[in-house]
């Protein structure tokens, strides 16, 4: 039902001992025999790889004089994800993505990951060596190695865990803390899309629909602003955070963490055409998605205004769009209108247990 996207078919699928091309399940498998079928092409860096796949635990080589960053996040079926509207392979480029997201928004290089799965024990071998394809395709376009992991079965439900491990140059370090009154406030790329691709999945039947494609795809195989963070950071970006919960979320995160007030102009959020088309069909408007919807990876910083126009002369900041401005604490996180007027911009993301 889901347009895959292009990958590497490089996979073996196990096939029972007696000849019969049925795919031998997870029961016949075992643990170390799914180990065995997935650890290949997980090192993509080979020069930092001390011990991989295979011993109790994992060794690397550190880069000298560089800061280690540690993350984790994990994906929860029927939380996080519903395999009635992903595949096997974009559920696993996911689960890295969001990983790397958080590694870049600390303007760092991500490095090792290591991936814990509970896998129900009816879900098929193929399943899971795809799952691994999709991990295994963004970890070789960024560079990362996967050097470990755990496997073990689910009474219900999958789970997926990933940990990554990035560095950073101790200058180039971003954090949420570090916004002045005066700075513009940025982000990476449009808003929105993610949260309106999920609405497209979850009514079904939405294939037909032109405007659908990218907002789907950028729900399923979301894109880690990697290079972007450290260019930024590199470019004494005040401070950063990547926007996992939904624009409104992160900006109170940066405003509490620098002690500011941050003013966003509505009509600067950038919108891809497709979410203005699909917000109107859906009944909704854009802005929604973009404020409230999250998931879009994209990356919110601040920088001082004359630093912003330099990157905007480079040609890799043409994406970067001036959002708002940061200004003192008092003065409150506020969206301007269309109008003018300023209203209270409440964090209203997604939430866990609410
Ligand atoms: P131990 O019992 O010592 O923890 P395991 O038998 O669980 O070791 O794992 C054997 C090796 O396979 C280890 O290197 C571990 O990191 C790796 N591993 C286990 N599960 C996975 C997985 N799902 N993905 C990647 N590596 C894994
Ligand atoms: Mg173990």
Redesign the pocket.
Known sequence: MIRSCAHRQNETVPVRKDGADTIVDLKELG??GL?DV??SD?INNPASVVV?????A?VVLPTPRHLQLLTTDMMVESVHFDLQTTSAWQLGYKAIAVNLSDIAAMGGMPRHA????ALPAALPVDFVVSLYQGMKEICHEFGVN??????VSSPHGLVINVAILGEVEPSRLQRRAGAKVGDVVAVTGPLGASACGLELLQRGEWEALDFAWPLVTSHLTPQPQVQLGQWLAGMMATSMDDISDGLASEVNEIAKASEVGLHINAEQIPLLPALKEASGWLGKTALEYALYGGEDYQLLFTIPREQFGLLKADPRGSQLTVIGEVVHRSQGVKLRDAAGGLQPLAPQGYNHFR
């Open positions: 643990e170390f180990i997935l650890k997980t991989g796949i295979g011993d109790d994992a290591v991936i814990s799965i996967i050097v470990g992991g755990d496997t």
